[in-house]
């Protein structure tokens, strides 16, 4: 079939694009850069003023009154959680983490990983109010982490990305719960019940069977998100309890799925005549009862997942980034790299990330509870600890939760970016060095 001009070169190249591991990455980057270099030109002042512009939702007395970037970090950052969600909930049931033996090394790692930048961060800040921001180098960017892991293809095992992914995951969890525990505001006992016969209707639909994706986000949404968003717990907890809530069970199993796809195939094909098989009214009535038994044959949890992980990938985090990144620096700002906010940030990232992954999965081995992933060897686990300190997109966002003085924000803000760039650099080209070493 020949391509039209706006295929080859658009639509194509930019699925082609989207389609790519390190893209999201990448898109990231931009959208930082974009930002620091919006908030550092004559646009300055509209690029701040435009994240503090109100947006109004509701109805005669109950109203939603929420900055723009208030409904970009409470809102739209929804959606990436409730895929961190799902993303969790795959892992326990099917992934690395699904049991004991391969959950726990990177159990351990990630709660290392945790620990030692918090104690780090706390060691700089510990008896001043920036204290609050202890769970600011907590977690690791997987998008960011993955995405280097991909650029150097199969330089590096496929074992050591699923570890690594792992991590990310453990550390995501950690980080969802200590927002949940630490950074909520005046909790309303009322609409905390409600939340939970929200959460309860979620559950209770799934033991029965239920498997409308339509169902499952109109009660997340409208009754679990918009009850936790009102009752002082931060609204993103919403978003991974309504994942945690999906089904992931099948109508249709596979064996049946495929035997009914080889008989369809087969009716299809008895008709050799290629311009009468496409108008053949019996052959659309099979593709189309094709594609509901192939949507019958995928689970909830994975229909979700797969129409919300591009939305998420390239709209929602490239515009959390650049809402959110965009520090203006001045003669002051250079002084700020020895503030104990930006040098806790900064260790706790590199240097605490990586102590706490290699010290505790050198722990587990050194006892011999649990042994290396196949293929992977100790240089390998040095450069995921480097990896490991790229917080950019949860470090962020706990930033804005534990700060809400400018000046903090932005030493907060230095150290985030730089700590990320840092890290990315060394962990990248320490794994491309270890591959060529072989």
């Given at each position: 079939m020949r391509?039209?001009?706006?295929?080859?070169?658009?639509?194509?190249?930019?699925?082609?694009?989207?389609?790519?591991?390190?893209?999201?990455?990448?898109?990231?980057?931009?959208?930082?850069?974009?930002?620091?270099?919006?908030?550092?030109?004559?646009?300055s002042e509209a690029y701040h003023s435009l994240w503090e512009q109100h947006i109004h939702i509701g109805i005669n007395d109950f109203v939603i009154n929420k900055s723009i970037l208030h409904w970009i970090n409470d809102g739209l950052m929804s959606m990436?959680?409730?895929?961190?969600?799902?993303?969790?909930?795959?892992?326990?049931?099917?992934g690395e983490l699904s049991t004991f033996r391969g959950a726990l090394l990177p159990l351990t790692a990630g709660i290392g990983g945790m620990m030692m930048p918090a104690i780090i961060f706390s060691l700089f800040n510990s008896g001043t109010p920036a204290i609050e921001g202890w769970g600011i180098p907590m977690a690791t960017d997987i998008a960011f982490a993955l995405g280097l892991l991909y650029l150097l293809g199969d330089k590096v095992p496929l074992s050591l990305k699923i570890f690594l992914t792992a991590i990310a995951v453990i550390d995501d969890l950690g980080a969802v719960l200590i927002i949940a525990l630490f950074y909520t505001s005046d909790i309303s006992l009322l609409n905390l019940g409600i939340a939970a016969v929200f959460l309860s209707i979620l559950v209770f639909a799934n033991y029965i069977g239920v498997r409308n994706t339509i169902f499952y986000m109109i009660v997340g949404i409208?009754?679990?998100?918009?009850?936790?968003?009102?009752?002082?717990?931060?609204?993103?907890?919403?978003?991974?309890?309504?994942?945690?809530?999906?089904?992931?069970?099948?109508?249709?199993?596979?064996?049946?799925?495929?035997?009914k796809v080889k008989l369809w195939a087969f009716k299809i094909n008895k008709n050799e005549d290629p311009e009468l098989t496409s108008s053949?009214?019996?052959?659309?009535?099979?593709?189309?009862?094709?594609?509901?038994?192939?949507?019958?044959?995928?689970?909830?949890?994975?229909?979700?997942?797969?129409?919300?992980?591009?939305?998420?990938?390239?709209?929602?985090?490239?515009?959390?980034?650049?809402?959110?990144?965009g520090v203006t620096i001045n003669a002051d700002?250079?002084?700020?790299?020895?503030?104990?906010?930006?040098?806790?940030?900064?260790?706790?990232?590199?240097?605490?990330?990586?102590?706490?992954?290699?010290?505790?999965?050198?722990l587990l081995c050194a006892i011999k509870i649990c042994k290396l992933p196949k293929g992977v060897t100790w240089k390998h686990i040095y450069g995921v600890g480097c990896l490991g300190g790229i917080g950019f997109t949860m470090s962020l966002f706990i930033t804005e939760l534990a700060f809400d003085k400018p000046e903090m924000l932005t030493q907060a803000k230095i150290g985030i970016l730089t700590a990320s760039i840092l890290a990315g650099i060394i962990g990248y080209n320490y794994l491309n060095w270890v591959s060529k070493r072989k």
């Open positions: 391509k039209s001009p706006l295929d080859q070169y658009l639509v194509l190249p930019i699925k082609k694009f989207i389609e790519k591991q390190t893209s999201v990455g990448i898109l990231l980057i931009f959208a930082a850069l974009l930002a620091m270099l919006v908030a550092n030109s004559p646009l990436f959680f409730f895929l961190i969600g799902l993303e969790i909930k795959k892992e326990i049931l099917h409208g009754g679990l998100w918009l009850a936790i968003l009102l009752s002082g717990v931060h609204a993103t907890i919403a978003a991974v309890l309504a994942a945690l809530a999906i089904p992931n069970s099948r109508t249709v199993d596979p064996p049946l799925f495929l035997r053949n009214e019996d052959t659309g009535m099979i593709i189309e009862k094709f594609a509901l038994l192939t949507k019958e044959a995928t689970p909830p949890l994975q229909r979700l997942e797969n129409g919300l992980t591009n939305f998420v990938n390239f709209v929602v985090l490239p515009l959390f980034a650049f809402a959110n990144a700002s250079f002084g700020f790299f020895l503030s104990p906010i930006t040098l806790g940030i900064i260790l706790g990232l590199i240097i605490g990330k990586f102590c706490g992954i290699v010290f505790f999965t050198r």
